[in-house]
């Protein structure tokens, strides 16, 4: 059951209706996703999330493929079905094959594993040398 209810994205309220125009146009949809309609409960937090969204997810040092791989792994890792589905569908979007999706999951699901025995054998890193840029 969700906690709060859906803000309608139609909404009068200029500041939420000021960040779902902005979600619509920067991400190309015709409808504001569910996530942000539910953070708009709170319009303040909502334009929080969507400022530091914005900032993170966009080309950079990393291109767009990456990041919502990333993206997709952490939500597997943190069982956010909710998460999975949206950052599934924009690596889809972004061209990831069903071999791509398969081999992502290989990834997550080993060092998901990885880091549980690291941790329950409680194994000192070691130390590598820093890398010069």
Known sequence: MPTVKL????T???KIRAVFDDIKATKKIDRVPNFWRALAAHPANLEL???QA????RPGKLDMTTKEIIA?????????RYCINSHLAAVQRLGL?????GELLAVVGLYNQFNKLAEGLQIEPDIFPKVEE
Do not use: Q, R
């Open 72 to 80: 997709l792994a952490v939500s597997i890792t943190n069982s956010c």
């Open 12 to 14: 009068n309220h200029p």
């Open 54 to 57: 914005k900032a993170i997810m």
């Open 49 to 51: 999330c969507w400022t």
């Open 97 to 101: 094959d069903a071999a791509g999706v």
């Open 7 to 10: 803000v309608d994205e139609n």
